[in-house]
T-cell receptor
Framework: QKEVEQNSGPLSVPEGAIASLNCTYSDRVSQSFFWYRQYSGKSPELIMSIYSNGDKEDGRFTAQLNKASQYVSLLIRDSQPSDSATYLCAPRKGGSEKLVFGKGTKLTVNP | NAGVMQNPRHLVRRRGQEARLRCSPMKGHSHVYWYRQLPEEGLKFMVYLQKENIIDESGMPKERFSAEFPKEGPSILRIQQVVRGDSAAYFC??????????????FGPGTRLTVL
């Protein structure tokens, strides 16, 4: 089982729609979870962090965490073409400081 | 408010040469992490350092790779006798502190290493 699994996509949504990105992880001890956005040829940019079960909203972004199911998701409301990027899910490995990255989901928002 | 700085942004080396990658953390940050992203692969953790200390090097290849974060100056990732398989993007991240869960890592622009 991979440590972090994400659908590679591409996920294509029309402008204005909700994009839903999903991630499952294997480390039951993980307590901190991060979503990064990476444009092609650029570095990862932190967009959301979540530490407790439930939802966390920040602007158009909502992160959802369910530790019992080992599942974390990211919703992007009112998707814009500028949201087109690869989204990386990164739990912090339990008992350490290292982030374990999934391969990412490539999102395309069509005008 | 400068972010994480890395240089050089692009580095070309011939097989057998040495590569030195530098990283200056964000102001106020004392923890540095190095990650590598191979073509079509995900980001992989390499090493975690604090000033003058290597805390976790579990992701570092056993040979040819080393890292340091001296009391003064940037963190250095050193690759000796580079091979073509070392061609990748190397990213540095920094955080204000380690330990507690609420510790976000911010990435620099990366160094893209090409080995000819």
């Amino acid at each position: 089982q991979k440590e972090v699994e994400q659908n590679s996509g591409p996920l294509s949504v029309p402008e204005g729609a909700i994009a839903s990105l999903n991630c499952t992880y294997s480390d039951r001890v993980s307590q901190s979870f991060f979503w990064y956005r990476q444009y092609s040829g650029k570095s990862p940019e932190l967009i959301m962090s979540i530490y407790s079960n439930g939802d966390k909203e920040d602007g158009r972004f909502t992160a959802q965490l369910n530790k019992a199911s080992q599942y974390v998701s990211l919703l992007i409301r009112d998707s814009q073409p500028s949201d087109s990027a690869t989204y990386l899910c990164a739990p912090r490995k339990g008992g350490s400081e290292k982030l374990v990255f999934g391969k990412g989901t490539k999102l395309t928002v069509n005008p | 408010n400068a972010g994480v700085m890395q240089n050089p942004r692009h580095l070309v080396r011939r097989r057998g040469q040495e590569a030195r990658l530098r990283c200056s953390p964000m102001k106020g940050h004392s923890h540095v992490y190095w990650y590598r992203q191979l073509p079509e692969e995900g980001l992989k953790f390499m090493v975690y350092l604090q000033k003058e200390n290597i805390i976790d090097e579990s992701g570092m290849p056993k040979e040819r790779f080393s890292a340091e974060f001296p009391k003064e100056g940037p963190s250095i990732l050193r690759i000796q006798q580079v091979v073509r398989g070392d061609s990748a993007a190397y990213f540095c991240a920094s955080s204000p502190r380690g330990g507690p869960s609420y510790n976000e890592q911010f990435f620099g622009p990366g160094t893209r290493l090409t080995v000819l």
